[in-house]
C-alpha cells in the first residue's frame, strides 16, 4: 500500500507526461517541430526518458485502487490516481488500463499512461503490446513506447529486445544502449560480444561499451573493470566509454570522495572514469561537476569535460 501512495504523491509534486487510448476516441495531438538530438562528441550519454518503475501488484498486495475512487478525486490526484490504476491493471487486463489511460486530463500523462501500459503487458503479450504502441499520435511518446516494450524483454529474450529498437525513433540509440546495458547485468559475455560486432556508426559503437560499463559497474564495479579491460582498444574511444560508464555507476551509488578515489585505481583511464563522475553529478549540482572536472590530468579531456559540465542540458 505505501509504495502505491508515494507513487501517487509522487506524480503529484512531480507532474507526468504522457498518455494515448486503445479503442478510445482522443483528439489526436500533432507533433512539435523536433529538434536535431545531439550527444557529445567524446563521451555521455544523455538520460532517456524515465520509463515506467513500477513494481507489478498480484503478489502479496490487493487491489489498491478502484475506478470509483478514481473518480471521487479531483484535478492531479485524479490523474495521478487513474494512471496508477493503470499500472495497476496493465499486466492482466491491458483494455482496461487504456481506459484508464483515457481518464488523465492532462495530455501529456494521457500518452504517457499509454506508453507505460504497453511496457507493462509486454511480458504476458508482446502481440497485444506491439498493437498499442502505433496508436500514440504523438512522435516522442511513441518512440518511448518500443523503447519501454524492448527494456521489457531484456532480461527475456535479446534479439528481440534489440530489434525493437530500430522502431524506437528518436530513442534508438539510447535503447540499444540501456538494452545492451541490461543484458550485460545477466551476461555480460554476450553484451561484449555484441558491442564487438562494432555495428552502425561511431556513436552507437562507442555508446554500446559506454552501456556495458554503466549496467555492470552498477551490480559489481570490479566487475566492469575486468570487462572494460577486455574491451578492443583499436578504437580508442570504445575503452575510453566503458570507463565513463564505469566511473557514471560508481558515482550513482557512493559520495564523491569515493567515486574519485575508485577512479584514480585505474591507471590510464582515470581521466574517463572521473568524466562519467562529473557527468552523472551534473544531474544535481553543476559546481560540483566541474569540480571534478579540475582532477582530470589530460588536457583536452579537462577542457571537455568542462565544457559538458557547464552546458545547458537539453530537453529531451
Not at 524515465?50 to 473518480?71: F, N, P, R
Request: hydrophobic content about 35%; aromatic content about 10%.
Amino acid at each position: 500500500m505505501g509504495l502505491w501512495r508515494f507513487t501517487l504523491l509522487y506524480f503529484i509534486c512531480l507532474g507526468g507526461s504522457v498518455g494515448v487510448v486503445h479503442g478510445v476516441s482522443l483528439d489526436p495531438v500533432e507533433d512539435a517541430p523536433e529538434s536535431t538530438q545531439e550527444i557529445s562528441e567524446y563521451i555521455e550519454v544523455p538520460p532517456k526518458p524515465d520509463g515506467v518503475d513500477i513494481e507489478q501488484t498480484g503478489g502479496g498486495e490487493s487491489a489498491l485502487y478502484s475506478w470509483a475512487d478514481c473518480l471521487a478525486r479531483e484535478g492531479d490526484f485524479r490523474d495521478a490516481c487513474f494512471r496508477a490504476l493503470a499500472w495497476q491493471w496493465a499486466a492482466g487486463d491491458p483494455d482496461g488500463a487504456l481506459e484508464s489511460c483515457a481518464m488523465v486530463e492532462a495530455t501529456e500523462q494521457r500518452w504517457e499512461c499509454v506508453s507505460d501500459v504497453a511496457e507493462l503487458h509486454a511480458p504476458v503479450d508482446r502481440e497485444r503490446a506491439e498493437i498499442i504502441c502505433p496508436s500514440i499520435p504523438p512522435r516522442k511518446w511513441r518512440d518511448q513506447c518500443w523503447f519501454g516494450i524492448a527494456l521489457a524483454y531484456s532480461h527475456l529474450d535479446f534479439q528481440y529486445a534489440r530489434d525493437t529498437c530500430n522502431e524506437a525513433g528518436r530513442w534508438r540509440d539510447f535503447c540499444r544502449h540501456d538494452v545492451n546495458g541490461e543484458i550485460s547485468q545477466i551476461d555480460p559475455d554476450e553484451a561484449l560480444r555484441w558491442c564487438e560486432l562494432e555495428e552502425g556508426t561511431l556513436l552507437q559503437r562507442k555508446t554500446c561499451f559506454h552501456g556495458l560499463g554503466k549496467y555492470i559497474g552498477r551490480e559489481n564495479p570490479r566487475q566492469a573493470v575486468d570487462y572494460c579491460e577486455r574491451v578492443p582498444s583499436h578504437e580508442p574511444l570504445y575503452p575510453e566509454n566503458c570507463f565513463h560508464g564505469l566511473g557514471w555507476a560508481v558515482a550513482e551509488s557512493n559520495s564523491l570522495d569515493e567515486s574519485t578515489g575508485f577512479c584514480s585505481l585505474l591507471d590510464n583511464y582515470n581521466d574517463s572514469c572521473l568524466l562519467g563522475v562529473s557527468a552523472n553529478a551534473k544531474r544535481v549540482d553543476v559546481a560540483v561537476a566541474y569540480e571534478v572536472c579540475a582532477e582530470v590530468v589530460d588536457d583536452n579531456l579537462r577542457s571537455r569535460c568542462e565544457a559538458f559540465a557547464q552546458r545547458e542540458r537539453a530537453e529531451w
